[in-house]
């Protein structure tokens, strides 16, 4: 309570540990569940802070909760684990929440003004039934098809990351711009100036392959760009066999485009 700190609320094995909660300014780190070990609620009120909520193994947390001005982040779920819910009330803010491998997380819920960012599903996990209402917001996606929003909910639009031959083209696209316009392509730096006022890139500015992505697909490319950031948009669009060379460099990324496009682009 108050301006307390608690640090370290760990179950393991079958342990089970009822409600962690923090009230006022008082703050927790690090509330963590293993093996079949079961957290049944993790809550913040006031200004308090919780950070770092993880579950692995196949323990579950049954809710993450934040009300007020308060924070929630790092709610993370990896190994075959499950959170159950994760809810932000009034001016609560909840910040990255994550599920690997097979986990599970369900119910990711904005009300009245709250904001929810960085929802991310890798490997086979599964996010399902992201809602917002009221003037909530929930935003800065990355998922596959195995991320299952609501559709009666505003108030974001469902991207999903392309696949197959959708990813395929787009990859092509881009390396059809690098052939004809090869002095404006740079690994060095997603674009390396800002777009005007007018929503477009001065001339003589030049594109990562993620950049040129965002660029070539023009207002759906700015759209993303301005939901998540480039790399991230790049990611949707590209899909995910081209997202792995955004580090690399222009030699690298050449012989990738070069690939997919069937000519040699030097």
Same mark, same amino acid.
């Given at each position: 309570?108050?301006?307390?700190?608690?640090?370290?609320?760990? $179950?393991?094995?079958? $342990?089970?540990?009822?409600?962690?909660?923090?009230?006022?300014?008082?703050?927790?780190?690090?509330? &963590?569940?293993?093996?079949?070990?079961?957290?049944?609620?993790?809550?913040?009120?006031?200004?308090?802070? +919780?950070?770092?909520?993880?579950?692995?193994?196949?323990?579950?947390?049954?809710?993450?909760?934040?009300?007020?001005?308060?924070?929630?982040?790092?709610?993370?779920?990896?190994?075959?684990?499950?959170?159950?819910?994760? &809810?932000?009330?009034?001016?609560? *803010?909840?910040?990255?929440?994550?599920?690997?491998?097979?986990?599970?997380?369900?119910?990711?819920?904005?009300?009245?003004?709250?904001?929810?960012?960085?929802?991310? $599903?890798?490997?086979?996990?599964? +996010?399902?039934?992201?809602?917002?209402?009221?003037?909530?917001?929930? !935003?800065?996606?990355? &998922?596959?098809?195995?991320?299952?929003?609501?559709?009666?909910?505003?108030?974001?639009?469902?991207?999903?990351? $392309?696949?197959?031959?959708?990813?395929?083209?787009?990859?092509?696209?881009?390396?059809?711009?690098?052939?004809?316009? *090869?002095?404006?392509?740079?690994?060095?730096?997603?674009?390396?100036?800002?777009?005007?006022?007018?929503?477009?890139?001065?001339? !003589?500015?030049?594109?990562?392959?993620?950049?040129?992505?965002?660029?070539?697909?023009?207002?759906? !490319?700015?759209?993303?760009?301005?939901?998540?950031?480039?790399?991230?948009? !790049?990611?949707?669009?590209?899909?995910?066999?081209?997202?792995?060379?955004?580090?690399?460099?222009?030699?690298?990324?050449?012989?990738?485009?070069?690939?997919?496009?069937?000519?040699?682009?030097?």
């Amino acid at each position: 309570y108050d301006t307390a700190t608690i640090s370290n609320v760990l $179950a393991s094995d079958t $342990a089970t540990i009822g409600e962690v909660g923090a009230y006022v300014t008082a703050t927790i780190i690090g509330v &963590w569940a293993y093996y079949t070990a079961r957290i049944i609620g993790v809550w913040a009120y006031g200004t308090a802070t +919780i950070s770092l909520v993880r579950a692995s193994g196949p323990a579950p947390i049954s809710e993450v909760r934040a009300s007020g001005p308060a924070t929630i982040t790092d709610v993370w779920a990896s190994g075959t684990a499950t959170i159950s819910r994760v &809810w932000a009330y009034n001016t609560a *803010r909840i910040i990255d929440v994550r599920a690997y491998d097979t986990a599970t997380i369900s119910n990711v819920r904005a009300s009245d003004t709250a904001t929810i960012s960085d929802v991310r $599903a890798y490997d086979t996990a599964t +996010i399902s039934r992201v809602l917002a209402s009221d003037t909530a917001t929930i !935003g800065r996606f990355v &998922w596959a098809s195995s991320i299952a929003p609501s559709a009666s909910v505003r108030p974001y639009i469902t991207y999903e990351m $392309a696949t197959g031959d959708e990813a395929d083209a787009n990859i092509r696209e881009v390396a059809q711009f690098v052939k004809s316009e *090869r002095a404006c392509f740079n690994m060095q730096s997603w674009h390396s100036r800002d777009r005007g006022l007018d929503g477009s890139f001065p001339c !003589g500015t030049t594109h990562c392959m993620a950049g040129a992505a965002v660029f070539l697909k023009g207002a759906v !490319g700015r759209e993303l760009e301005d939901l998540f950031d480039t790399e991230l948009a !790049g990611r949707l669009i590209l899909g995910a066999e081209a997202s792995e060379l955004f580090d690399v460099d222009n030699e690298t990324a050449l012989k990738f485009l070069s690939d997919k496009l069937g000519e040699v682009i030097v």
